[in-house]
DNA sequence: GTGAAAGCGCTAACAC
DNA sequence: GTGTTAGCGCTTTCAC
């Protein structure tokens, strides 16, 4: 640093030179600030010469607008946060990259806040998003700011836009994007029941969570379509990851009344449970079929290949940028999207 | 917006208020905007006496520092700009939580751009970073902005800290953080020819990728090492993805003089691999040992369970996150920081 | 269509 | 230890 602060910018070999700011552009061509400014902002309210100038003198300056100058006078950051309930969950990866490149062709840029179960941290990230950094949020978590723990007092008031992805938030009036987790769930039971099987097993997801509680409405209802008993007795608490599957596993082997099927919530749970059964010296479908939800990638490639629910995963975060983009334009955008599940089956379910 | 752009919050119901400014904390306060800046920034060179006075008037007002204004003055982001090469590849997810964890602690944001292959991207990221939008970055894309594709002119010179991820970058002056990838594909191949396998093939990363070179280069030495030739008939072209990994297991299956073992050089090569093999008809391993490198979670649960190189993903991101921190605060910090990884013996590799 | 000038909210230099 | 003040770089009236 040479001076107060600036930015430096190798121009020739060993010679630093401050970056170009707005004015080196206009005196460059000729023309006031402003009308550098209008050129970038609204070229059809600049005479092409003068545009075709100010053109010129960004090329040959290598003017890049200062973001926080241009946000501090606008209140526009171009930023949008993305809340993740965790980051290392791999389920995410593919609908991160939907959200990404949405909001990159709209010039938008995403900045990812992993919440790890820590309030501290969702405190911090809503101060952050009341602070003005970004532009609009897009929340996987399944709560608004500061709802986690219920009446705590309420700190500073999100007003930006807003939108729930996957997870959806009930009392919220936000575009909720989202599958139908119920009727996929009622789908895969009856899929199940139709081959015969009259034991179906359900692996649950976390307590209380939206997902868990309507896949369960679904597996519910897909019993009763088929004209099955629902036996609380078949439930195996889980949480929707590998570990929790590889218990249910566990639970499942020690039984000496044992289902013939079970319709985990989510592939890695079915994957995990497919190995402790494994281990058990049991053999899939043979012994006993299982099938999972979401169609990660592994799905396809495990063995035996798992039958399972496909969420179009980077469409939903397509959807959501596109939702959030509609907002933050002062456009309005649909309540709710929901976007078409698929049942794929593979070889770890067979007939009964 | 009722007003020239200002954010708003709600303060009671219905009655809209802008957002409490310094000036209005200094108000209250009865002292000065910088004292009230101090007061937040160096509390030291505060009488207590003023200090309990901004922090009662901050609570009150629920004051929220402007940070665009504070980028435009300080010239400070407090945000970090991470560069992937592809977002939705799981291997990345717990590096990314280990380099956000560090991050936030250390009070920083942090940037994800997923270059996608795409030169356009990488130029607006590179853009976006001269532009002083973030004040440092890590890359794990394995090179320097517009060192893609070579001689393409210069844009815009970064010259904010830079720290390498995994994926060194040869030519640069800047930290890396980083595994011994030869030594670790050295020692699975000496573990493979350790257990009697004289004929192991090899799946490679993609050409030209230096971590592809560097465990090339460790299994030539572990095969050396362990007295067996080099045969270039044995090496299998892959990309690290599953995808790779099930052609390369066709390759294998038609072969008449099938190799004993196989190091695929990422789990899921690995995983693709072994599915390829079983659906020919083969067992693992039985008939043909399989080796991975990364120890993914599905590592451990896939069926056999994978025997692999494990590389310690999220410390991976620590240090790196570590490494940039202590460049953004003027500390120095080593060149090189290698990680050590584990050889993890499972059920997919076996004795001749 | 264009320019002058105000000012977004903050921090840091300087004076006391 | 504290206040005054300039100004970071931009956009946006307002006047012409």
């Known amino acids: 640093m040479d001076d107060i602060g600036h930015k430096d910018r190798p121009e020739h070999e060993g010679i630093v030179v401050r970056a170009a700011r707005i004015q080196d552009v206009a005196k460059l061509a000729d023309v006031s600030t402003a009308t550098v400014s209008r050129a970038l902002a609204t070229p059809e309210r600049v005479s092409p010469e ?42 995410f990866s593919k609908i991160l990259r939907g959200i990404e490149e949405t909001l990159f062709e709209a010039g938008y840029g995403m900045i ?33 700011f500061g709802q986690s723990r219920e009446g705590e007092g309420n700190p500073a008031r999100i007003t930006i836009p807003l939108v ?16 139908d987790n119920r009727a996929a769930a009622s789908r895969m039971t009856q899929h199940l029941a139709s081959l015969g099987h009259r034991s179906i097993a359900y692996v649950s997801g976390p307590p209380g969570n939206i997902l868990e509680r309507e896949r369960f409405q679904g597996f519910k209802d897909g019993l009763a379509a088929s004209g099955l008993p629902f036996d609380p007795g078949l439930l195996i608490a889980g949480d929707y990851t590998i570990e929790s599957g590889m218990r249910a596993g566990q639970d499942i082997v020690v039984r000496q009344d044992r289902p013939t099927a079970v319709f985990c919530t989510s592939d890695e749970m079915a994957i995990g449970l497919m190995r402790t059964l494994f281990s058990a010296g049991l053999s899939i479908p043979t012994d006993i079929s299982v099938a999972g939800f979401d169609d990660i990638e592994f799905a396809a490639v495990a063995e035996p290949a798992l039958t399972t629910i496909r969420q179009p995963r980077r469409e939903l975060g397509q959807a959501a940028a596109s939702a959030l983009i509609d907002l933050l334009q002062g456009r309005s955008s649909p309540k709710r999207i929901r976007l078409e599940t698929e049942l794929v089956i593979r070889d770890s379910v067979a007939p009964l």
């Open 112 to 144: 990812i806040s992993d919440l790890d179960g820590s309030p501290e941290k969702e405190a911090h990230f809503a101060a952050f998003t009341a602070a003005g950094r970004v532009d609009g949020a897009i929340l996987l978590n399944g709560h608004l």
């Open 164 to 179: 729930a992805l996957c997870e959806g938030i009930p009392g919220a009036d936000i575009p909720q994007i989202e599958i």
């Open 50 to 91: 003068a545009r075709a100038r100010v053109l010129e003198a960004i090329a040959k300056t290598g003017y890049v607008p200062n973001p926080a100058a241009r946000t501090l006078r606008s209140q526009k950051t171009y930023m949008v946060l993305v809340v993740l309930p965790d980051l290392a969950n791999t389920f």
